[in-house]
């Protein structure tokens, strides 16, 4: 079982930044589609990026491009999640997921759907809160 612990949430300043992480363990991580979802009070999960496993493809959505930046550390078994340029509406609880793609297409196609419904694996979140 594929086990994610999500740290480096904190309190931010509007224009700020942070780098959040993503630690795994059980498994190699580069086997693994890795997406980063955020919720707020009231609001559904939302997808803010995803990594594909064997091209390392990324994708963001409208929202956070430019701004966000997911990379991955093989050697450390961790995945990262830059926030630059933080605004108030990326205050939200920080998860990340990972599922194991079933084939090169299965790879892409999950990035590009963005949906938590195709992660199997989470960590237990992590808080971040953008205000002044």
């Known amino acids: 079982h594929l086990r994610l612990v999500e740290s480096g949430g904190g309190l931010v300043q509007p224009g700020g930044s942070l780098r959040l992480s993503c630690a795994a363990s059980g498994y190699t991580i580069d086997d693994y589609v890795i997406g980063w979802f955020r919720q707020a009070p009231g609001k559904e999960r939302e997808g803010v990026s995803c990594m594909a496993s064997r091209s390392g493809t990324t994708d963001y959505p409208d929202s956070v491009k430019g701004r966000f930046t997911i990379s991955r550390d093989n050697a450390r078994n961790t995945v990262y999640l830059q926030m630059n340029s933080l605004k108030p509406e990326d205050t939200a609880v920080y998860y990340c997921?990972?599922?194991?793609?079933?084939?090169?297409?299965?790879?892409?196609?999950?990035?590009?759907?963005?949906?938590?419904?195709?992660?199997?694996?989470w960590g237990q979140g992590t808080q971040v809160t953008v205000s002044s």
């Open positions: 997921a990972a599922v194991r793609p079933r084939s090169l297409i299965h790879d892409v196609a999950i990035c590009i759907s963005n949906s938590a419904d195709d992660f199997d694996s």
